[in-house]
């Protein structure tokens, strides 16, 4: 009887072990949008999202438990700013239905607010000159000339890599975020420059709100 035992247990373990069950997909986000107002008294949110002229207005709630992320980093939520991007990760109740509350928010920059054509580098005076449509215009309508401010927090990116002012060449597309006041108006000053290749650059929306708020990959 114990030889019998001992061959059934040798058996077994020469039975191939089952596998673990594969990781889970990576967590996905139920929404995203454009943060339209922030009440830190509520602890509430409210984000725009889909596009225009159909955005939706979404109420969310967070509490201490919600976790706030920028560029993979903890954030405070009193630095979170009207028209910054946010994806919404809702948290579930008991039965599995997901609620109001959000356990984790994701915040990047806002959209670029500034779309047009490089036309001079000022590299001593710390600006660029730009060329683009006036808001609301059409493409043959006459050109507006902005004067952008650049300083040493001036993200600058050229074909998607870092750069310095004097290494953006002139008569290329570049979109622009400004940095805003306490007013959250867009100043003068920038807070990215981004050129793109010639073949890749996207076309210069007709004003800044033609941006969707509900299509970007998320940072």
Do not use: C
């Not at 955005?55 to 903890?74: G, H, L, S, W």
């Amino acid at each position: 009887m114990s030889s019998a035992i001992a061959r059934l247990a040798t058996a077994m373990l020469l039975l191939p072990v089952a596998a673990d069950p594969p990781p889970p997909s990576s967590d996905r986000y139920d929404f995203l949008g454009v943060v339209e107002r922030i009440d830190p008294s509520r602890q509430t949110l409210v984000i725009r999202r889909g596009r225009k002229p159909h955005y939706e207005q979404v109420t969310i709630r967070y509490d201490a438990n919600t976790q706030f992320i920028r560029a993979k980093r903890p954030m405070r939520p009193a630095d979170v700013r009207p028209e910054m991007r946010i994806w919404v990760y809702l948290s579930e109740d008991s039965s599995g239905r997901k609620t109001d509350l959000a356990r984790q928010l994701t915040i990047a920059d806002p959209y670029p607010d500034i779309h047009g054509v490089i036309q001079a580098v000022d590299t001593r005076g710390g600006a660029i000159r730009v060329s683009r449509r006036y808001p609301g215009g059409g493409a043959k309508d006459r050109r507006q000339t902005l004067i952008i401010r650049v300083n040493p927090g001036t993200q600058i990116t050229l074909e998607g890599r870092a750069a310095a002012l004097k290494d953006l060449p002139l008569g290329r597309r570049v979109a622009i975020t400004s940095v805003r006041g306490s007013d959250n108006r867009p100043t003068d000053l920038a807070a990215k420059v981004s050129v793109y290749r010639e073949s890749t650059a996207p076309a210069e929306p007709r004003n800044a709100n033609d941006h969707p708020a509900d299509e970007e990959v998320e940072e």
